[in-house]
């Protein structure tokens, strides 16, 4: 099976049915068809071969980004514009896309960066609380209903082809420090687990640096050898 054929059949079959603590709600756009439908065109498009990707990993997927389109960092503005691919999704921006694609088409544009990159989440599944974004590290509660789930689910997706030389956490904190928990889980897959500034971060706190963010972004997941 090719990269996106695992991927594809993975989304497919994703299912969330643990406890969170109250208030909490999980979010997955993969049972949606409008979703999966973009799903299975981005993944065909970009990852149909047996190549390994260098892993980029977020938190988890947002409201106005993945967890309409279903695909990491990347709303509907940025499908459409620089994966130039149709769908029938509600239109959705998000600054950590429009931010990502900044460095995407800084390396040569999607078919360049995606043929060596793969842009994923800690846990795949989207959680909201009071009609706002919520992480899985948002409270000692989450992390303990999430993380044996968050474990198996980045477990499979090393399986469809990862570089194991090194791992890429967006997000310098907490984020950071759950994927290198979670990769001394798996035995060490991954020989080194570095961490980039959040997009979001930068978006809101570094616009005036932006350029050397992104600069700084590259130099880093280049060091993927």
Not at 75 to 82: F, P, S
Not at 126 to 141: E, L, M
Request: net charge neutral; glycine share 6%; with cysteine.
């Amino acid at each position: 099976m090719t990269f996106s054929e695992h991927i594809i059949e993975y989304f497919r079959s994703l299912r969330f049915d643990i406890e969170v603590p109250n208030g909490v709600e999980s979010m997955n756009p993969y049972l949606l068809p409008s979703t999966m439908d973009a799903v299975e065109k981005y993944y065909h498009k970009y990852y149909n071969d047996n190549n390994p990707r260098t892993f980029i990993v977020g938190i988890n997927p947002g409201r106005f980004g993945s967890g309409v389109t279903g695909i990491a960092f990347t709303d509907t503005v940025r499908l459409e514009k620089d994966c130039h691919i149709e769908h029938s999704i509600q239109p959705t921006t998000e600054l950590s896309s429009e931010y990502i694609y900044n460095v995407v088409n800084a390396m040569g544009g999607a078919s360049e960066f995606f043929a060596r990159y793969y842009l994923t989440a800690l846990s795949p599944i989207g959680f909201t609380k009071d009609g706002k974004n919520y992480n899985y590290y948002d409270s000692p509660a989450m992390v303990k209903a999430t993380l044996p789930y968050m474990k198996e689910q980045f477990e499979q997706q090393i399986g469809f082809g990862a570089n194991r030389k090194a791992v890429f956490s967006l997000g310098s904190g907490k984020n950071h420090q759950y994927l290198t928990r979670i990769n001394e889980m798996l035995g060490k897959p991954f020989e080194r687990v570095e961490a980039i500034n959040h997009p979001r971060f930068v978006m809101q706190y570094r616009r005036k640096t932006m350029q050397q963010e992104i600069a700084t972004f590259i130099n880093t997941i280049n060091n993927d050898r």
